[in-house]
Nanobody, 138 residues
Framework: QVQLVESGGGLVQPGGSLTLSCAAS????????IGWFRQAPGKEREGVSC????????DYADSVKGRFTISRDNAKNTVYLQMNSLKPEDTAVYYC???????????????????????????????WGKGTLVTVSS
């Protein structure tokens, strides 16, 4: 079965850390850029971070820069999102997407990138996970 599955979400206190995983099955992540996105209740979805397939270029939203780190282990067919210094405003469902190109991930992660969701084939969005909930609260 071809799928992306996120894990690692949960409840954490402000200032705490979590590491999310995005594991692929049924296909190889080797040739895909991976993006992490999040959506909080009542808000537009937001691009969080992207990582390229081979040369490990990365991109981050300004809101998470310096706190979050994206990485990948192609041998494990998994991408990670290390989240430190978490804030209540980081509360959201986090999901990963496999895209055909890094530049498309960056485009879709920018404000206004929701247009990509409406035309996923054009923007190279091939696979989505269902998401994992992160709640930052004391």
């Amino acid at each position: 079965q071809v799928q992306l599955v996120e894990s690692g979400g949960g409840l954490v206190q402000p200032g705490g850390s979590l590491t999310l995983s995005c594991a692929a099955s049924g296909f190889s992540l080797d040739y895909y850029a991976i993006g992490w996105f999040r959506q909080a209740p009542g808000k537009e979805r937001e691009g969080v971070s992207c990582i390229s397939s081979s040369d490990l270029r990365t991109d981050y939203a300004d809101s998470v820069k310096g706190r979050f780190t994206i990485s990948r282990d192609n041998a494990k067919n998994t991408v990670y999102l290390q989240m430190n210094s978490l804030k209540p405003e980081d509360t959201a469902v986090y999901y990963c997407v496999a895209l055909r190109e890094f530049r498309l991930c960056v485009i879709c992660a920018q404000p206004g990138g929701e247009r990509c969701d409406k035309n996923p084939d054009y923007y190279g969005m091939d696979y989505w996970g269902k998401g994992t909930l992160v709640t930052v609260s004391s």
